[in-house]
């Protein structure tokens, strides 16, 4: 009884990680990590996109005063 506690311990404590481990395994083998990738980068482009669109004059003053320190 006392390997079964050890186990649940284990599991509770370690659930995430061995589950994360398994979709990294998952993913790796079936090469889904560059459509991953991708749609990671699709949706930056678009919240860079809309985030420039709504604050445009302070995204212009960032810019100009990034490039006035080159």
Request: charged share 20%; aromatic share 12%.
């Amino acid at each position: 009884m006392n390997h079964s506690n050890n186990f649940k311990e284990f599991w509770e404590k370690y659930k995430g990680a061995i589950i994360g481990a398994i979709i990294a395994i998952i993913l790796l083998s079936t090469s889904l990590y560059r459509l991953c990738i991708v749609v990671i980068v699709v949706i930056a482009g678009i919240y860079l996109g809309n985030y420039i669109q709504n604050n445009k004059e302070s995204v212009k003053e960032n810019l100009k005063n990034f490039i006035d320190k080159f």
